[in-house]
């Protein structure tokens, strides 16, 4: 079975920096990109970043290009999002996501709060 | 930019009825890159439909779904009150884009 695990959220104040972890388990994790995507409270959903399979290639949407990193350690089946420069209007749910284009599996989701 | 539009807002149905859900993309999707997935209360977003009419696994029957270019359909048969929650379209095509979502209430 394919578990993905989000952790590494919580309160941040306006600035500051806080940095995801996703861990993947039940599949080839480098065979895959994986994808970020976030929900606003009582919001839609936002894609947020997507990664290659071996990492060579990252995108963002301009709302975090700059702002925000994703990286992946494929030794430890582990995705990460950096987010530098947080900003109120990031505060979401994060969640990660197997696929870099539709998304077959998705974690629980990690709450990231930015407030001061 | 491809914006999805989604509708109705809302739909508040019964068990056993069908619903019909409807997504707009403001330009093309190509190559069937749109998704359907289903959010309960409290859940995760699960992905039901891919390449606009491939059931996901484990997804029954009752999901299917079609359209072309712009416009695209979701349909539920024979409602069961597990099916409530917000529907989500989603494409593909031109970078990763969101529609707005439908809740669906089967009571």
């Known amino acids: 079975d394919v578990y993905l695990l989000e952790s590494g959220g919580g309160l941040v104040r306006p600035g500051g920096s806080l940095r995801l972890s996703c861990a993947a388990s039940?599949?080839?994790?480098?065979?895959?990109?994986m994808t970020w995507v976030r929900q606003a409270p009582g919001k839609g959903l936002e894609w947020v970043s997507v990664?290659?399979?071996?990492?060579?290639?990252?995108y963002y949407p301009d709302s975090v290009k700059g702002r925000f990193t994703i990286s992946r350690d494929n030794s430890k089946n582990t995705v990460y999002l950096e987010m530098y420069s947080l900003r109120a209007e990031d505060t979401a749910v994060y969640y990660c996501a197997k696929g870099g284009s539709y998304y077959d599996y998705w974690g629980p989701g990690s709450l990231v709060s930015v407030s001061s | 930019e491809i914006v999805l539009t989604q509708s109705p807002g809302t739909l508040s149905l019964s068990p056993g009825e069908r619903a019909t859900l409807s997504c707009w993309a403001s330009q093309t999707v190509t190559r069937s890159q749109l998704a359907w997935y289903q959010q309960r209360p409290g859940q995760a977003p699960r992905l039901i439909i891919h390449g606009v009419s491939n059931r996901a696994t484990g997804i029954p029957d009752r999901f299917s779904a079609s359209g072309s270019g712009t416009d695209f359909t979701l349909s539920i048969s024979r409602l069961e009150p597990e099916d409530s929650a917000v529907y989500f379209c989603?494409?593909?095509?031109?970078?990763?884009?969101f529609g707005p979502g439908t809740k669906v209430d089967v009571k």
């Open positions: 990664i290659s399979g071996s990492g060579d290639r990252a």
């Open positions: 039940g599949f080839s994790f480098s065979t895959y990109a």
């Open positions: 989603h494409q593909y095509s031109s970078s990763f884009t």
